[in-house]
């Protein structure tokens, strides 16, 4: 049932790009040029603003696709972890979507952040692997992530998932507002059907993850750096790593560095850098030079154009395949899953039911 991996958790890593075409498939037309929502729609014109609520990692999801949508479509996206949106008595302006981001869909807080908005936003949505769960049922439409049944407490492929259906929505909002021409909309529907074949060819890094795994494994800390949507997957790539092999783990926006956090850098510290070569990517060398300065150990991860323009001198790196901007988010969520793993399997810790934790949170 683990189909010949170790662990459940390496197997859904393993599932992405299957899950994702999947994912694909179901959202948008066999000629791959444009997209379909499932009954009723969503038109994106109806709405000012969207908030986006969720807990650990699908609040990363959130995080992340809150780039996107002010990027890609031009709309005002707020986030909230659930557990403070749902007592911070935020005021919800009737031209709001929410959009609720749950793999469980039955996770307390997420559930009663919902419950909150019920009467108050115009749409509710709710991202989901169970279309029968709770939150499935209270809203008023319910979008499947399609991932199957995740295993592993460590969320993964959930994960990628979200980002694959919360991307699509971006692109949907920013057709329905006329922010992106059709011909820029099949564009970016088209770079998103390469998303299966990039993630194989991050996958096949594996084995190269595992050997710098095994020096991160005698680490006590860890920092994680990305900036602009790579920012929320330097979050999502610091709690992977705590919560399965129990080595702290932080992540930062790489230009927040100088304002504390740089005052943690030293020679045992391990620092991973996520540089996909994007509009940022100057300025994430110009901040990782800047860590190399104080005696910090870089992990860079980049493509192979990065590795041969930032790569002198840095400890580690790992090669990703070069990606469209957009997608870099879900591509490079395959190699910090990846030296979660790893790490975690080098610690001996138990990989598939980390200690403390649950696979859904149905308690506040
Ligand atoms: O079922 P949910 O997506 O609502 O769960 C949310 C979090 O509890 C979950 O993502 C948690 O952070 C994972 N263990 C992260 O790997």
């Known amino acids: 049932e683990k189909a010949g991996h170790k662990h459940y958790m390496s197997k859904e890593i393993f599932e992405q790009p299957t899950v994702i075409s999947e994912a694909l498939n179901y959202y948008m037309s066999a000629d791959g040029a444009s997209l379909i929502l499932p009954e009723p729609g969503i038109d994106f014109t109806k709405y000012d603003r969207i908030v986006m609520v969720a807990c650990g990692t699908a609040f990363y999801a959130c995080f992340t696709a809150k780039y996107w949508f002010e990027q890609i479509a031009k709309v005002p996206v707020e986030v909230d972890i659930a557990s403070e949106f749902r007592y911070r008595e935020a005021p919800i302006s009737p031209r709001t979507l929410a959009i609720y981001v ?34 499935a049922r209270e809203s008023d439409m319910s979008l499947p992530i399609l991932a ?4 592993g407490v460590a969320s993964t492929k959930a994960f990628s998932c979200q980002l694959t259906v919360l991307l699509m929505l971006a692109l949907k909002a920013a057709q329905d507002r006329g922010v992106l021409s059709e011909d820029e909309i099949k564009t970016q529907l088209s770079a998103l059907r390469s998303l299966p074949g990039l993630l194989n060819l991050a996958l096949d890094q594996s084995s190269a993850i595992s050997d710098v795994s095994a020096l991160l494994a005698e680490s006590s800390d860890v920092l994680f750096l990305g900036r ?8 999502e790539g610091a709690l992977k790593l705590k919560e399965i092999s ?14 504390g956090p740089i005052a943690l850098v030293d020679q ?51 090669q990703m395949p070069t990606v469209p901007d957009a997608l870099a988010p879900i591509l490079y969520a395959v190699p910090a899953q990846l030296l979660a793993y790893h790490t975690a399997v080098a610690k001996g810790t138990d990989v598939d039911q980390p200690r403390n934790l649950a696979k859904s949170v149905t308690v506040e």
């Open 102 to 135: 749950s793999q469980s869909g039955e996770t307390a807080d997420t559930l009663a952040a919902l419950r909150y908005t019920a009467g108050k936003a115009e749409t509710i949505i709710t991202v989901t692997n169970s279309s029968e769960s709770s939150m």
């Open 246 to 259: 129990y080595i702290h783990a932080e992540g930062y926006a790489s230009g927040e560095l100088k304002h």
């Open 228 to 235: 602009g949507a790579m920012y929320p997957l330097a979050l």
């Open 148 to 151: 199957g049944v995740e295993v």
């Open 268 to 318: 045992n510290t391990p620092i991973i850098v996520l540089a996909p070569r994007d509009k940022l990517f100057e300025k994430t060398v110009s901040n990782m030079q800047e860590v190399m300065a104080r005696g910090g150990k870089v992990l860079l991860i980049s493509d192979e154009q990065g590795l041969k323009e930032a790569g002198d001198g840095v400890w580690q790196t790992i």
